[in-house]
């Protein structure tokens, strides 16, 4: 006897949610234990159930797949399920195990299954998968977000069981807490697990500067900055803030002019 | 850029024209005296010649004085001025031009009197003249020719719009995701599958029939539009409610072929689809004094990242419409209040006209 094969399904239609169901019902192993309409669904139910597998859409409302995926702790496999086959590179760059393109053909999702299964099967299955997206995979997902030229648009954010969007024309400053970054925008703080490196090179370099060691900073939000002592600037934000700015920063922030 | 010495082989022909006419004055100079026709020659040739690059210079008094747009009396005044001008200078090198025939050391035209100023003014002023009139009708020509070429541009312009309208109208993922829908339809609804397998037949047969014609009207396209939404509303379910509103006079407007498609294309896929809770797509349109006005409004989210492919089809709309005809068609955007609104509006002098575009 296989063992059980825990699979979500996130798709935002219907009619797509209800053909993975009808395919997978020929796999006596397959547990359907979510099913979840759009990504904020997602990342709620698989906060507290377990899964083997996500078949995951891409376009989405709110979240699309990549940001449910940056969002999940690790431990589940994911196969993508789309119409647009230009998010393939992005997908493996993320270790999906498989990308399946619509219209789906019921072949095509066995063998991506078989796939899972013997993914699956090398691995402790405590350990879950090898897609990590909770850890390390998270910046690489940022970077593989960006590709050339783009840069985020937004930020994603968890807490508890709640899903946090923040455009980053929101964000005031970055400040690196630990293994966290604390977001500063539109008077909240929001906390998202990740080096504030990595963020900071995800974000356009025309608006978003490293200042400090710690800290990245709006540039539309400085009012002015201040030396305070040799070598030693702040930096007064529009709400008042007083962010430092370090010798290399200020040299970042005199390059932008 | 002069259009004669701007242009190698016009300004040849120019030229050898004033040689001519400078060989012509050698001869008829020469009844009176007994110079032989080569010394003769040699003094009216070179003065022709010059004379002719003085006469270029009323290019820039076609340019300042268009014959179009100068009162007659004005336009007559500044050419016969130039003309006097530009004489009175042709007259001074003939008298500077006889010594310096002389010092060459033909003594033969030396020995003659010196030609009046008058005769120069007499010939210069009205050879002036004509010669302004050959500019006119050179600029006039390149006018005509410039206009031509415009009138091709924009029609290339207004073709290679409508194929890439009709090339967006064949949305591959429109297609791709309508069939995962069908496929999920015909385990469960094999009935629905059916209906909508003719439904997107008929969708697709419409769009090559109306695509094939100048002109349709709104009420068609209407039509093909709505086959479209009943489509989409099998894949977003209740996510995706359609109201259409459109008076009998609307519906019966003359409009060029899926114009408003891309643009309801549109409001489903950045706004309804970016929706966790969709919304309504309205179309409303209605006639008035003439002026066909067609709005297509739909709810959006603001904080959704923008999508590639977005503007494409309102800009592909603007393109069809200028090239229609830009005075009296007009698109605008605009976005309030998490409410994204297109409206179209054509005017009477484009829907009342002859039947091509």
């Known amino acids: ?257 | 850029m002069h259009p004669i010495l701007g242009n190698r082989a016009r300004l040849g022909v120019y030229l050898a024209a004033w040689g001519v006419l400078g060989l012509l004055f050698a001869v008829l100079g020469r009844g009176g005296t007994a110079r032989p026709f080569a010394a003769a020659a040699l003094y009216t040739a070179p003065l022709a010649l010059a004379y002719a690059f003085v006469c270029l210079s009323s290019w820039w008094v076609c340019r300042a004085a268009p014959l179009a747009r100068t009162p007659p009396l004005r336009l007559g005044i500044s050419l016969v001025v130039a003309a006097i001008v530009a004489s009175a200078f042709w007259a001074m090198l003939g008298a500077a031009w006889t010594p310096v025939l002389a010092a060459l050391a033909f003594d033969a035209a030396s020995s003659d009197a010196p030609v009046p100023a008058l005769a120069f003014l007499a010939l210069g002023v009205p050879l002036y003249l004509f010669s302004a009139a050959i500019h006119y009708l050179i600029a006039a020509f390149e006018d005509s020719r410039r206009a031509e070429r415009r009138a091709l541009e924009s029609q290339v312009v207004a073709r290679e719009a409508e194929l890439r309208a009709l090339r967006a109208q064949l949305n591959p993922h429109f297609l791709f995701n309508s069939l995962n829908s069908i496929n999920a339809l015909a385990g469960s609804d094999p009935e629905a599958a059916r209906r909508m397998c003719e439904g997107l037949g008929d969708f697709l047969r419409l769009t090559l029939a109306l695509g094939a014609r100048d002109w349709v009207t709104l009420g068609e396209e209407l039509d093909l539009v709505e086959k479209y939404l009943a489509i989409e509303q099998v894949r977003f379910g209740s996510r995706l409610q359609v109201e259409v509103r459109a008076t009998p006079e609307a519906r019966a407007s003359r409009v060029p072929p899926l114009l408003l498609q891309p643009l309801v294309e549109n409001a489903v896929k950045h706004g309804i689809a970016a929706r966790l809770e969709g919304g309504t797509v309205t179309i409303g349109a209605e006639r008035h004094a003439g002026t066909l006005t067609v709005r297509v409004t739909n709810p959006f989210d603001p904080d959704a990242p923008h999508r590639q492919g977005e503007g494409l089809g309102l800009e592909n709309v603007r393109r069809r419409l200028r090239a229609l005809d830009p005075r009296h068609t007009s698109i605008a955007a605009s976005q309030t209040a998490g409410c994204f609104e297109v409206v179209l509006s054509l005017g009477t002098a484009r829907s009342e006209s002859g039947g091509t575009p």
């Open chain 1, 1 to 257: 006897m296989t063992p059980v094969l825990r699979v979500a399904i996130v798709d935002d239609e219907p009619p797509a949610r209800a053909l993975l169901r009808d395919y997978l019902q020929a796999h006596a192993d397959v547990e359907i234990v979510a099913e979840c309409a759009n990504g904020f669904e997602a990342v709620k139910a698989l906060d507290t159930v377990r899964a083997d597998l996500v078949l995951l859409d891409v376009q989405m409302p709110k979240l699309d797949g990549f940001e449910v995926l940056e969002l999940l702790a690790p431990g589940p496999l994911v196969v993508f399920v789309t119409a647009y086959d230009e998010f393939a590179l992005r997908a493996f760059e993320v270790s999906a195990v498989d990308y399946l393109l619509k219209p789906l053909g019921r072949d095509r999702l066995a063998a991506a299954l078989e796939r899972v299964r013997q993914r699956l099967g090398s691995t402790t299955p405590a350990g879950g998968g090898p897609a990590q997206p909770g850890s390390e995979a998270a910046s690489q997902l940022v970077a593989s977000r960006r590709g050339p030229g783009r840069f985020l648009d937004r930020i994603v954010v968890k807490d508890g069981p709640h899903v946090h969007v923040v455009p980053v024309d929101r964000v005031d400053v970055l400040e690196a807490q630990d293994d966290y970054v604390a977001i500063y925008a539109d008077g909240k703080v929001h906390l998202k697990t990740q080096p504030l490196a990595d963020l900071s090179q995800a974000l356009d370099p025309a608006r978003f500067v490293q200042v400090h060691r710690s800290y990245t900073v709006n540039v539309e939000r400085i009012v002015r900055i201040e030396l305070v002592a040799k070598d030693r600037r702040i930096a007064i934000l529009r709400d008042g803030r007083e962010i430092p700015v370090s010798r290399t920063g200020y040299a970042r922030l005199r390059d932008k002019g």
